[in-house]
């Protein structure tokens, strides 16, 4: 409760640490205990300017941005602005899938409403920590991070089970990574393009390798790559292990795909969103193309493909 508090009085340019919660609460009180009904925009405004409660013009400025591919979800802070993707997916009214009517809606549509709602977002703020907020599928966190990207200047802030993570945390010092050798395991000898697994929530070796054995196209060699700790859902404990992850990643992939000079990167992931928007915050300079793979089970198939 308190960390949501902390967000809406911070999105709304109030002071939000711990002094300032206390004080708010205690105002709060005051006005529950008189039995006052009624706040005018005036009074309250006298209240926090009386209270120094506002917070100084050099806190970092934030825009929210809400993005939806499985159900509509309300939060306490209103977006700035909106990408509403559930109209692609298959499924109910209440619940879509992993699944889009169209494929050629991942490249076709999608990934133009979101170029085009970062080049709002530059235009129309200046304001560079996006708060995203959502319901959305893996593939759709890998684009938006991509796009909202680290050279690009933007700080991306993601809700991961109640704990707000920042791409600019400071990396994890204990957070390190495997994987099956930098050269991968060889496939396609004349293959020019390369795969990558990554295993953070659970391990998706098996379902990556009999992918893998129906592929219609030729692929040099495949690299699997997973933290050395347990699998599972609490593999990420905070924001400087997903910094970490996608830093180690980035560095992983890019040496991988220059070893075997390949021309795009099919990527795959089993992990937490904030794993995927991390690492597509950090994927530039990597390859020419990267074709995100969306689970869809029993089987992948693919999403967005991303140019450098």
Not at 34 to 56: C, F, M, N, S, Y
Not at 187 to 194: C, M, R, S
Request: glycine share 6%; proline share 3%.
């Amino acid at each position: 409760m308190a960390e949501r508090a902390a967000e809406r009085m911070e999105h709304h340019g109030l002071k939000s640490d711990e002094n300032a919660l206390l004080i708010a609460v205690s105002i709060v009180r005051g006005w529950v205990t008189a039995g006052r009904q009624e706040i005018a925009k005036a009074d309250l405004e006298a209240v926090i300017t009386h209270h120094d409660l506002w917070a100084p013009e050099e806190v970092r400025p934030s825009v929210n941005v809400y993005v939806s591919t499985i159900k509509d979800q309300k939060f306490d802070v209103d977006p700035d602005y909106l990408l509403d993707w559930r109209r692609y997916f298959l499924g109910g009214p209440a619940l879509r899938g992993h699944v889009t009517i169209d494929p050629a809606d991942w490249n076709g549509k999608m990934i133009s409403e979101l170029l085009a709602l970062e080049t709002r977002v530059s235009s129309e703020t200046r304001k560079r920590l996006i708060r995203a907020r959502g319901l959305a599928r893996l593939s759709a966190w890998f684009a938006f991070g991509h796009v909202f990207c680290d050279v690009a200047g933007y700080t991306i802030e993601v809700d991961q089970q109640g704990q707000f993570w920042q791409t600019d945390a400071q990396q994890s010092g204990d957070f390190t990574l495997s994987s099956n050798g930098p050269n991968g395991e060889m496939l396609d000898a004349d293959g020019e393009t390369v795969a990558v697994a990554i295993s953070v929530s659970g391990d998706l070796e098996a379902d990556v390798r009999r992918h893998l054995e129906h592929r219609t196209q030729k692929v040099k060699a495949v690299l699997f790559v997973r933290p050395t700790r347990n699998l599972d859902r609490h593999c990420l404990r905070d924001a400087g292990d997903a910094v970490a992850l996608a830093d180690g990643v980035k560095a992983m992939m890019r040496e991988f795909a220059k070893r075997h000079r390949a021309k795009c990167v099919v990527l795959y992931y089993l992990g937490p969103l904030s794993g995927a928007c991390f690492i597509g915050h950090r994927l530039n300079a990597v390859c020419r193309e990267i074709q995100i793979m969306e689970w869809t089970d029993p089987d992948y198939l693919p999403s967005f493909k991303l140019s450098y």
